[in-house]
């Protein structure tokens, strides 16, 4: 069973260096939306186990990446390849778009 990361700004650029695709969570506690999609996220981390990193960052103890990202709307989610934005996702959405959006990326 594959496990979300919890991401920071300190092993946020770490993370991404890999040949993976990484798609990140960014989220607070008290976004209603974000907590609807964080189980989502958590399902992904299994279904993907081996084949993507799937990982989380909390906007509000890490403004660094987030400002970085102009991350304004929460949740949004970024597909990340080869350290390099390949997909966004503003707001939640099912299950089946975000598995479409990895897919795209493990071809």
């Known amino acids: 069973m594959g496990k979300t990361l919890v991401l920071d700004d300190s092993n946020f650029d770490t993370t991404l260096n890999t040949d993976k695709p990484v798609l990140v969570d960014f989220w607070a ?7 609807m999609i964080g189980p989502i996220v958590e399902e992904l981390a299994g279904d993907y186990n081996g ?8 906007v509000d103890e890490n403004p660094q990446v987030t400002a970085r990202f102009g991350i304004r709307s929460i949740p949004t989610l970024l597909v990340f390849k080869n350290g390099e934005i390949v997909d966004k996702q503003i707001g ?5 778009v975000l598995s479409q959006k990895l897919e795209a990326q493990l071809v």
């Open 51 to 58: 084949k993507a990193v799937i990982a989380k960052l909390n």
């Open 92 to 96: 939640a959405v099912p299950k089946s």
């Open 29 to 35: 506690e008290w976004c209603g939306p974000c907590k």
